[in-house]
């Protein structure tokens, strides 16, 4: 696993990022698209905002649910955002993980869904292993638990290099 930010201590703010479709950008810290979908650590009707520790992990997964072909091609935005309080956050090292499919691609069970639900409304935020990336971390927030711990701190248009979707 790629080490963690030395920053993940009480009193540093830990930066994460996302990418959002620029016509959602000022809905980030929504968590209506998970709501509506349901995601690997959330079921449907229950809201959370998807991030990653880093940006190069934020678009690897972006891409594998939309396509290279979307993010070229349709505008989005590189959001990235202060975590503040991290008293309560959760990191889940991949041995904690009930089932070790959980962290491989595919759709997630409910039980994983209703696990990762347990922790986001105890936590807030919580720190998972990337399934797409199998070496980092993804950041999921429960933005009513954990209202007040975060906040905005850059926007900017996501440019994605067009070799990723090469003309034939």
Known sequence: MTPLPAKLEPGAPLVVWRVDAQRYASSWDSGIG????????????????YCSIDPSTCLVESA???????????????????????????????????NPAWLEGGTP???????????????GVVVFPSAVSKRSWNVVIEPTVAAGSFQLRTQERLSVDSRFSPAK
Request: without cysteine; proline residues 6%; positive net charge.
């Open 34 to 49: 998970a709501e509506a979908l349901g995601g690997r650590w959330n079921p449907k009707g229950r809201k959370a905002v």
């Open 64 to 98: 594998v649910h939309r396509g290279f072909k979307v993010l070229d091609s349709q505008p989005h935005v590189l959001t990235s955002l202060e975590i503040l309080d991290l008293r309560t956050i959760r990191v889940v090292l991949p041995e904690e993980v009930p």
């Open 109 to 123: 069970s409910r039980h994983q869904q209703s696990w990762g639900k347990d922790l986001l409304d105890l936590h």
